[in-house]
């Protein structure tokens, strides 16, 4: 079972940008899917990017599309996700989750709905954006 772990969190200002690694062994092939998802306190965890096993398309909800970049590297075993213009409402435990091969990346929306898709999950990374 995959066992990612998540780096990079920390404190940023609003307009700042951070870079969060998720990284495991198996992200070494084109096997798995790689999503990221966020919780906010009090909120639902939501998701927020996608990379997709097949092709490495990227997905992303609509309130970080343009902002984000999710991407990967198979020789470093990791996926990425950079994040600018971050505001005070991107302030989160940021999450690491796979899935194998098949995924539901192309209908991320900002939501919870597809956690369920997901079954190996890091631990998180607090990301925290002061104004």
């Known amino acids: 079972e995959v066992q990612p772990v998540e780096y990079g969190g920390g404190l940023v200002q609003t307009g700042g940008s951070l870079r969060l690694f998720c990284i495991a062994s198996?992200?070494?092939?084109?096997?798995?899917?790689i999503a990221w998802f966020r919780q906010a306190p009090g909120d639902e965890r939501r998701d927020v990017a996608c990379i997709s096993s097949r092709d490495s398309s990227t997905y992303y909800a609509p309130s970080t599309k343009g902002r984000f970049t999710i991407s990967r590297d198979f020789a470093k075993n990791t996926v990425y996700l950079q994040m600018d213009n971050l505001g005070p409402e991107d302030t989160a435990i940021y999450y690491c989750?796979?899935?194998?091969?098949?995924?539901?990346?192309?209908?991320?929306?900002?939501?919870?709905?597809?956690?369920?898709?997901?079954?190996?999950w890091g631990p998180g990374t607090q990301v925290t954006v002061s104004s």
């Open positions: 198996e992200l070494a092939t084109s096997d798995y899917a």
């Open positions: 989750a796979a899935r194998f091969k098949l995924s539901p990346c192309a209908y991320f929306n900002g939501t919870s709905y597809y956690i369920r898709h997901f079954g190996s």
